[in-house]
T-cell receptor
Framework: GNSVTQMEGPVTLSEEAFLTINCTYT??????LFWYVQYPGEGLQLLLK?????DKGSNKGFEATYRKETTSFHLEKGSVQVSDSAVYFC???????????FGGGTRVLVKP | GAVVSQHPSWVICKSGTSVKIECRSL??????MFWYRQFPKQSLMLMAT?????????EQGVEKDKFLINHASLTLSTLTVTSAHPEDSSFYIC????????????FGPGTRLTVL
């Protein structure tokens, strides 16, 4: 079956630091890949996505590239802000159907 | 656009009672809605998939008689936790899919259930 593995947190950074959250996946065929963000007390929001190999998703300064050869979709941001403190989830959706498979989530805390 | 609401946002109930949680798509028609459960500091676990007008499809290990799902219309799905017990305390999140958006799921803000 499909699975997503992402680095465990928490990740604590200073403002303006570089952020990387690793995500690798196992799936058959050609899944779509997503990063969701969950701010404290809120539901999930789609941060970015990529639907085919070598696609780069980007939003709000965050980027992730769909790497089929390494089955990875690592999330990066060059300069984080305190407002980026949240839990980040990597997820995949199989080629057929609507179901999402989530990674365990990574809590990020950015200190001023 | 593509807003999903949940009601209530939080609920506290006594053990043995039933609790109903509503999930609504406010500005689109949802062909499919999903119900997830999230434990503290953990990921989302898919509980079931509901399609309007048909029975929900439950994931392995989820008790269908305990977690009743009704997708009454293209904008409303309900999750009823029957005879709730403290171990049912959790954060329940729904999501909805509109076909025109290419199967993207839009998530509700979640409902925190505490069973005393």
């Amino acid at each position: 079956g499909n699975s997503v593995t992402q680095m465990e947190g928490p990740v604590t950074l200073s403002e303006e630091a570089f952020l990387t959250i690793n995500c690798t996946y196992t799936a058959t065929g050609y899944p779509s890949l997503f990063w969701y963000v969950q701010y404290p007390g809120e539901g999930l929001q789609l941060l970015l996505k990529a639907t085919k190999a070598d696609d780069k998703g980007s939003n709000k300064g965050f980027e992730a590239t769909y790497r089929k050869e390494t089955t990875s979709f690592h999330l990066e941001k060059g300069s984080v802000q305190v407002s980026d403190s949240a839990v980040y989830f990597c997820a995949l959706r199989g080629a057929a159907g609507n179901k999402l498979t989530f990674g365990g989530g990574t809590r990020v805390l950015v200190k001023p | 656009g593509a807003v999903v609401s949940q009601h209530p946002s939080w609920v506290i109930c006594k053990s043995g009672t039933s609790v109903k949680i509503e999930c609504r798509s406010l500005d689109f028609q949802a062909t499919t809605m999903f119900w997830y459960r999230q434990f503290p500091k953990q990921s989302l676990m898919l509980m079931a998939t509901s399609n309007e007008g048909s029975k929900a499809t439950y994931e392995q290990g989820v008790e269908k008689d305990k977690f009743l799902i009704n997708h009454a219309s293209l904008t409303l799905s309900t999750l009823t936790v029957t005879s709730a017990h403290p171990e049912d305390s959790s954060f329940y999140i729904c999501s909805a899919v509109e076909w025109d958006y290419g199967k993207e799921q839009f998530f509700g803000p979640g409902t925190r259930l505490t069973v005393l």
